[in-house]
């Protein structure tokens, strides 16, 4: 299981990170939210070209010499990056919400295991299916490949991965901000003992970090 190595809520502002920017050249800099967390692990304003996309849109550092992934929710950002280009990782935030369809949603792709987890449990669902997508993130896979992502609860209720075909550690954890909740999970595959540095960041719209 990953611990988390690098995380906080505070990351630059988008006003801090175009001063060091505006200093770079050439002009053309890649900036979001996003990406610049991912500028903030590089330690560099990223430059178009730099990021390239799969056939799948996944998208990846045209050299190869790292991987990332980044997520969106509510306001929130999240990214997970390995600092080795032949790891992949993957991450997903999601808002904690109440949701009427959940049982519907586990019974279609969920473990019996799972679904017996999750009942009377918004949050465990949200739990499980933040890691679900950070694997299927990892992979470049969809949402609609969701039944291929692998089960985390085992048969005495305990969260773990239970597929031992795949090598892959994972994180997920909760956040408040805002006066929201959030689920926060990345997967990292290709390696043991390694994890990728986790970083969110509350969205601010007049440009000013938390």
């Known amino acids: 299981m990953i611990t988390p190595f690098n995380i906080g809520l505070t990351l630059l502002s988008r006003r801090d990170w175009g001063q060091k ?6 002009p053309e800099l890649l900036d979001s939210p996003g990406l610049r967390i991912v500028s903030f692990f590089e330690g ?12 799948n849109g996944r998208p ?28 992949r990782t993957g991450c997903d935030i999601q808002l904690i919400r109440t949701r009427a369809n959940t049982m519907r949603i586990a019974k279609q792709f969920f473990s019996p295991s799972e679904q017996e987890y999750i009942v009377h449990n918004q949050t465990r669902f949200f739990e499980l299916w933040t890691l679900k997508e950070s694997f299927l993130k990892l992979r470049g896979l969809s949402v609609f490949d969701m039944a291929s992502a692998p089960s985390f609860i085992d048969d005495s209720g305990n969260l773990r991965l239970v597929d031992g075909a795949w090598q892959l550690s994972f994180f997920v954890c909760t956040l408040d901000a805002a006066g929201q909740q959030y689920m926060l999970a990345a997967a990292l595959e290709g390696a043991e003992g390694i994890q990728p540095e986790i970083h969110w960041l509350l969205e601010e719209t007049d440009g000013a970090g938390e």
């Open 21 to 26: 920017a505006a200093k770079q050249s050439p």
């Open 60 to 87: 990846y550092f045209s050299d190869r010499h790292a991987d990332f992934n980044i997520s969106h929710s509510g306001a929130m950002v999240a990214v997970s990056h390995i600092k080795d280009g032949k790891l």
């Open 44 to 55: 560099r304003p990223l430059k178009k070209g730099e990021i390239l996309r799969e056939e």
